[in-house]
């Protein structure tokens, strides 16, 4: 099989050495982390004053967007383009990817998001007076519920809607990078799609769907959403899972493989 862009982010076993994909999943994850969350910072006071109301989402639903679909590009023929320990968690439950690789692939992920968030609190302290502490006591763009959620909404909405538009992520990546039914459009799908489940969930909970993000900014966003982080750990990887299990049964075992032929 090729290495070409469809295949990127659903290799089972890239050709590149894991040193080499480690660093790709890292810089995609900075990527990811360094714009998006850049957005989210420096383009609007929604995510530096407390109670400030912004017509930020698409901004921020694109920029998500479009730092995924360039690195899926760019690194995903190396690495596989996951940037995001649950779409790791997925691949690998959807037969996509080694499990003995996502533990790696994982910690590399969250040592790139981490370094991400750093240089924006790095570029913060160098902003006008009182900036950086106003984004912390915002909760530095991160995730929650309740006095977190930009709408309002409760715990039990933050859980379903990770795990919802997590799963819907997951199904769309791994049908996009089919080696048989793929699109050498994946990319543009997998960035868009990620664009509609960000639009539709920061309402809700400042959208994660990606625990490296979370972990990111909850570092730099103080004590409340370091307290609720675990919901943002936990329940992407539950939704990544469901679709990965799922979409094997359904569209990879013996029924999808005799319909084919």
Sequence with gaps: MSSSPIDAPELPAPA??????LVAEGLGTFLLVVAAMG?????????TDPGAQGSVYLAVALAVGLSVLVGVYAFGPISGGHFNPAVTLGAAAAGRIAWKD????????????????TVLTLIGTFGPDGWLPRAQDAGFASNGWGALSPGGFGIWAAIIVEVVFTALFLFVILGVTHPLRGTPFAGIAIGLTLTLGVLATLP???????????LSTAIYGGVAPLTQL????????????IAGFTYRALFDGRGATAAQG
């Design 16 to 21: 590149s050495p894991l040193a080499a994909r």
């Design 39 to 47: 957005t989210a910072l420096f383009a609007s006071s929604h995510f």
């Design 102 to 117: 996502t533990g790696p692939y994982i910690v590399a992920q969250c040592v790139g998001g981490l370094v991400a968030s």
């Design 204 to 214: 809700v909970d400042n959208a994660s769907l990606n625990p490296a993000r979370s």
């Design 230 to 241: 675990w919901v943002f750990l936990v329940f992407p990887v539950l939704g990544a899972l």
